[in-house]
């Protein structure tokens, strides 16, 4: 089909002025930006791309768009080009200006609060462009329709001048080109895999549609430009597939693959099982991940669950089972994404990602229970592979909750005793309270000389804990290090909703800190601790309780002067200054391989003193990403893991 053929069926599709509606103003944007993208550090700064790609997507899923292109340009500017109907450019009644100016200036307005544009439409805040605009010091769109080019020049939010035609053009679509305000933003330096990984999920959730991403920033002479097409055939099976290739071995030889509508609500899902312990299920309301989940998420589980549980009786394959199965014993090894579309999406808890409309719930259960009944009857051989899975998770359960409940008597698990190698704070309010999880019991020694003994609790690991990704786990539950963490924390297992959710009403830190060295063996333990963390204790990473501390690789001395360096490039740069200043005579630089070569005055200045120190929070912000790292890091597959070292060990230290 060629362009004037799109350009004529996007004429007839009555998308005009009329149809863009305006609910308020723009005003207390550039006051209060936080209120509108979440906050305004890196994970407001990449809201801002998201914000314009869900426009492109919207048209995508009307039907118009097949194409988005994203461009990193060397100033840290975005630009966002896709082939759509273009932004309306007539004049709008009510307000007696182009709508494409409407669309840039005022909050919510656009054509997704029109039912007869959109049906659906992505966008947490649903702010849209007005709020990028408002956000942005240089903003410049330009539009393809009917023929023509227009163009239309923002600044801070303000027109330069009104939309104007500068010229025939047998193209369509709208393209956005921004420069993030720096007087807003604590950063406005764009991570790469952090949108290429978001234009990655994209593709998998609206199949058929080729978003392409490009960085044009400088890179090394022996680097290439980072640049990817993401584009999927078959959705969600591709999905399943790229979440599982990180070394799980899978029990199907395709995933299941399920697609139906009740009542408006369309509803796509895709699971297979593998050889894994976790439950890795990935959630979705008109493209935005609900990392909290909600009522589609309880409808799969409730579908999942009715369905499997009734064709294994119906087959007698639970007979010689001596005890009852729980809900959970159906997810164990489960990988799914679940992708409902909502004409109007309610969002609550904390980070406003957890669906509450209930009317959903009994929609994807209904779903899941019709097609995968359908699935297990044609598929008897899989049917058997599944519920053998679930057989041997029952029973893996069972032996676990017998470990649990000796270790809970002992006052394990339940907060009732406290680890004897916790040194633990005076303070006992969970907000104000940090607990420092270092390895070794030299680095624990220092820790606890210069902690602030009020707030800062101190508990030592011997050695490497357990890889989680790769023990069963009553095997998890049975070890000493990691029973430690949960007697520490005050945590316990089970909840009146889910038996194998983390309790967290008696919490006793709301700062979990892992201190661990600035090396290999370092990094190797705090990733063994991150999976753990992020397989077990996930609500706490959910809650935002989980950090990294980020001690110096260097210290660098000349007579009473000390600069600490937490970087090579922090080293080479004060090293050229004193030189520069004639003190290069003198000099001693002090590389940290341990925390235990620190004296606790220096661990306190460097990492541990919250007036001074970098924490960096481990968040949820990319579950998918993160599944797929862990799995790939601590699982059985070599050549993916050997694939990522090679990649990336460039940015690693790694001690001769």
């Keep these: 089909m060629s362009d004037k053929e799109n350009v004529d069926i996007a004429s007839q599709a009555n998308y005009d002025a009329s149809n863009i509606q305006v609910l308020e103003g723009l005003e207390a944007v550039r006051k209060r930006p936080a209120m509108y993208i979440g906050d305004i550090s890196e994970r407001g700064l990449h809201h801002l791309v998201y914000e314009v790609v869900d426009n492109s997507i919207d048209e995508a899923l009307a039907g118009y768009c097949h194409n988005i292109e994203v461009c990193i340009h060397p100033d840290n500017s975005i630009s966002v080009l896709d082939d759509g109907r273009g932004i309306p450019t007539d004049m709008h009644a009510k307000e007696k200006r182009s709508a494409l100016e409407v669309v840039l200036t005022v909050l919510h307005a656009g054509g997704k609060f029109d039912k007869g544009s959109y049906k659906v439409s992505g966008g947490l805040h649903g702010v849209g462009v007005s709020c990028v605009n408002a956000l942005s010091k240089y903003l410049r769109a330009e539009v393809y329709r009917d023929g023509k080019h227009y163009v239309q020049e923002y600044s801070y939010g303000k027109p330069s001048y009104p939309v104007k035609e500068v010229g025939p053009s047998d193209k369509h ?183 509450g409309n209930s009317e959903v719930d009994p929609i994807v259960a209904k779903i899941v229970n019709r097609m995968l009944s359908l699935y297990l009857e044609e598929h ?109 924390l005050g945590v316990s297992i089970g909840t009146a909703e889910d038996s194998s959710a983390l309790n967290m009403e008696k919490i006793r830190y709301h700062k979990v800190i892992i201190m661990t060295d600035a090396d290999v063996d370092g990094s190797h333990i705090a990733t063994l601790l991150l999976t753990f963390f992020y397989r077990y204790m996930r609500e706490m990473i959910e809650a935002g309780y989980i950090y990294i501390a980020t001690p110096p690789l260097y210290l660098i001395k000349k007579g009473n002067e000390k600069y600490y360096c937490w970087t090579e490039e922090e080293r080479i740069a004060i090293l050229n200054q004193m030189q520069e200043q004639g003190k290069s005579k003198g000099i001693h630089v002090q590389r940290y391989k341990g925390l235990g070569e620190m004296n606790d005055t220096q661990l306190w200045e460097t990492t541990m003193d919250p007036a001074r120190r970098t924490l960096r929070q481990v968040s949820m912000e990319n579950a998918m990403q993160a599944d797929y790292i862990f799995s790939m890091l601590m699982g059985d597959d070599v050549p993916p893991r050997r694939e990522f070292i090679e990649q990336n060990a460039r940015y690693a230290n790694i001690d001769a």
Aim: aromatic share 8%; charged share 30%.
């Design 173 to 355: 679509g709208t393209y956005i080109y921004f420069t993030p305000d720096d007087s807003i933003f604590t950063t406005t330096v764009y991570k790469y895999d952090t949108l290429a990984a978001r234009m990655r999920e994209l593709a998998y959730l609206n199949k058929g549609i080729r978003l392409h991403i490009k960085d044009l920033r400088e890179v090394a002479e022996d680097e290439k430009q980072p640049e990817n097409v993401f584009y999927s055939e078959n959705g969600l099976k591709d999905f399943i597939n790229y979440l599982d290739s990180s070394g799980k071995e899978k029990l199907m030889r395709d995933p299941i693959c399920m697609e139906g509508e009740e009542n408006g609500v369309p509803v796509e899902i895709a699971m297979q099982y593998n050889t894994s312990y976790s439950e890795n299920l990935h959630s979705y309301v008109n493209n935005i991940n609900t990392i909290e989940g909600g009522s589609h998420l309880t409808g799969f589980r409730r579908g999942l669950t009715k369905t499997l549980k009734e064709y294994a009786e119906q087959k007698g394959l639970l007979a010689k089972l001596k005890f009852d199965i729980d809900p959970a014993d159906f997810r164990e090894g489960l990988t799914a994404v679940i992708s409902v579309k909502v004409s109007e999406p309610q969002f609550e808890g904390q980070t406003k990602t957890k669906l």
């Design 380 to 488: 008897p051989q899989e049917a058997r592979t599944i519920i053998d899975k679930v057989i041997l998770a029952a029973q893996a359960r069972h032996a676990a909750r017998k470990a649990r409940e000796l270790v809970q008597r002992k006052g394990v698990l339940s907060g009732s005793g406290l680890p004897g190698k916790l040194s633990d704070c005076s303070d006992k309010n969970p907000e104000n309270c940090e607990l420092f999880i270092v390895e070794g019991d030299s680095a624990g020694g220092t820790a606890k000389q210069g902690r602030d003994n009020r707030i800062q609790a101190i508990l030592p690991l011997r050695g490497k804990i357990l890889n989680v990704e790769k023990a069963p786990r009553h095997h998890v539950l049975d070890n000493e290090e990691i029973k430690n963490i949960y007697t520490a």
